[in-house]
């Protein structure tokens, strides 16, 4: 049966067009009969200042947007053009989706619910008593948040900038008073993870635009799990270092998908295929690999 309702969605940032999120939306509404068009909407190419958030916002919902996911820059400033905000969202004081409903706009945090998914998927049974979180930025604050929110007993952060750090553990530790959060320098990575069961890694170093290792490979031990939000590329230079050492690891894809599932059941009403979801984004990967040859 193929939904009446045609779906019109937006993808507010900067740096956007090369985003999979909207082909791989738009290619789980066709397997599920939807209309669906999903339209990244880059503030740089568009000429429009990151702080004008409000205003796209406004525009979008007089166009006819049913919704829009909101990324870098806009994630925080978004909030003071909501008219409500979902706890999880709120306790993040981050949105990266909005819904236009006859009662207003609604925000919504998928990011720490995609990498919740993501983990007991492709990490079930991994320990985490202790973990190390590398970043504490926008994407460090949603995952140590899933982290925390899934059992995880003792994080550090470790972090260059360390007020941001610092920031980032008094406001989980605010948040999750059964767990212990800490914040630690670089200088001091080697001591902490040598305690750890796991590592999650949350900067932008191993994406394309920024190749390297955000760590010594030397620290990288067998019976250390390790996670990696970076999904382009997929194999990362930390996923492959750790994988060399026999360690169990965590790409970034599984996240990109799992956070998109959500999305799109909140803004359809309809859960997706996470599988199939997967599956599409696993060709959209591929297909820009080829290209990018």
């Given at each position: 049966?193929?939904?009446?309702?045609?779906?019109?969605?937006g993808?507010?940032?900067?740096?956007?067009?090369?985003?999979?999120t909207?082909?791989?939306?738009m290619?789980?509404?066709?397997?599920?009969?939807?209309?669906?068009?999903y339209r990244?909407l880059?503030?740089?190419?568009?000429?429009?200042?990151?702080?004008r958030?409000?205003?796209?916002?406004?525009?979008a919902e007089?166009?006819?947007y049913?919704?829009?996911n909101?990324?870098?820059?806009?994630?925080?400033?978004?909030?003071?053009?909501?008219d409500r905000?979902?706890?999880?969202?709120?306790?993040?004081?981050?949105?990266?989706?909005?819904?236009?409903?006859p009662?207003?706009?609604?925000?919504?945090?998928?990011d720490?619910t995609?990498?919740?998914?993501?983990?007991a998927?492709?990490l079930?049974?991994a320990?985490?008593?202790?973990?190390?979180?590398?970043?504490?930025g926008?994407?460090?604050?949603?995952?140590?948040?899933?982290?925390?929110?899934?059992?995880?007993?003792?994080?550090?952060?470790?972090?260059l900038?360390?007020?941001?750090a610092?920031?980032l553990?008094?406001?989980?530790?605010?948040?999750?008073?059964?767990?212990?959060?800490a914040a630690?320098?670089p200088?001091?990575?080697?001591a902490?993870?040598?305690?750890?069961?796991?590592?999650v890694?949350?900067?932008?170093?191993?994406?394309?635009?920024?190749?390297?290792?955000?760590l010594?490979?030397d620290?990288?031990?067998?019976d250390l799990w390790v996670?990696d939000?970076?999904?382009?590329?997929?194999?990362?230079?930390?996923?492959?270092?750790?994988?060399?050492?026999g360690c169990r690891t965590l790409?970034?894809?599984?996240?990109?998908?799992h956070?998109?599932v959500?999305?799109?059941?909140?803004?359809?009403g309809?859960?997706?295929?996470?599988d199939?979801?997967s599956a599409?984004?696993l060709?959209?990967?591929?297909?820009g690999d080829?290209l990018?040859?």
């Open positions: 049966m193929i939904d009446s309702h045609p779906y019109l969605v993808l507010i940032g900067a740096g956007v067009l090369p985003s999979l909207p082909p791989m939306h290619a789980e509404a066709r397997s599920l009969g939807l209309t669906y068009v990244p880059d503030l740089p190419t568009l000429g429009i200042d990151p702080e958030i409000g205003d796209v916002l406004a525009w007089r166009l006819g049913d919704a829009v909101v990324t870098h820059p806009c994630k925080q400033s978004v909030l003071a053009h909501l905000i979902d706890p999880v969202a709120a306790a993040l004081g981050a949105v990266n989706t909005v819904l236009f409903t009662a207003g706009r609604v925000g919504y945090n998928t720490t995609g990498f919740a998914a993501a983990f998927e492709g079930p049974d320990a985490t008593d202790r973990v190390v979180q590398l970043g504490a926008g994407a460090g604050s949603a995952v140590a948040d899933a982290l925390l929110r899934s059992g995880t007993a003792h994080l550090t952060v470790v972090d900038d360390a007020q941001r610092g920031a553990v008094g406001d989980l530790a605010a948040r999750h008073p059964s767990a212990v959060v630690a320098a200088v001091d990575l080697a902490v993870l040598g305690r750890a069961d796991g590592l890694h949350c900067t932008p170093v191993g994406m394309a635009e920024h190749p390297g290792l955000p010594d490979a620290l990288l031990r067998p996670a939000i970076v999904y382009r590329p997929l194999d990362t230079e930390l996923l492959i270092a750790a994988r060399e050492r790409s970034g894809g599984r996240m990109a998908v956070q998109a959500d999305a799109f059941a909140l803004i359809t309809t859960r997706p295929d996470p199939r979801m599409h984004f060709d959209l990967v591929a297909a080829v990018a040859r």
